[in-house]
């Protein structure tokens, strides 16, 4: 028996994929589950559908991420911090401070989203990575500067 996996199934498949199952298992396991349903014409029409949909959906966030990404080239950030006479600072600038400098800015960014290379413990320009999708990331620069 055809039928369309409605969740992903361990050794099976995952979802929207179409298996042929023994009749048995698909009757008293599959179905009953709600893991699967029969593939029947009107059955794998709407699951195309889906899948057309999901695709476009995929492709505007895809665009609004690289639009977002952009937009967030331009931006110039400055984060003060605390230092000592040699310019090493007291702690280190971290991913929340860089979401809160842009969130000043007018731009919400996960902190968990941004990536230093490594961690910042002095004064000077450095650079960050913004993971906004899966295919996007984004470059920004930033100053550390001694607060007053």
Not at 15 to 41: C, H, M, T, W
Not at 42 to 65: F, V
Not at 84 to 113: C, H, M, P, Y
């Amino acid at each position: 028996m055809k039928v369309i996996l409605m969740q992903d199934v361990k050794s099976l498949g995952k979802k929207g994929d179409v298996k042929e199952v023994a009749d048995g298992y698909a009757r008293n396991f599959l179905i009953p589950q709600k893991l699967a349903q029969k593939a029947s014409s009107g059955n794998l029409n709407s699951i195309a559908h889906e899948h057309n949909l999901q695709a476009e959906r995929d492709n505007r966030a895809l665009i609004k991420a690289q639009q977002f990404a952009a937009e967030l080239a331009e931006k110039q950030l400055i984060i003060t911090a605390k230092c000592g006479e040699s310019g090493r600072l007291f702690g280190s600038v971290t991913s929340a401070n860089i979401a809160e400098a842009l969130a000043k800015q007018g731009v919400s960014v996960d902190k968990r989203k941004i990536e230093i290379s490594e961690p910042v413990k002095s004064l000077g320009n450095y650079d960050a990575i913004v993971k906004l999708h899966a295919e996007v990331h984004c470059k920004i620069a930033f100053a550390v500067v001694k607060a007053e």
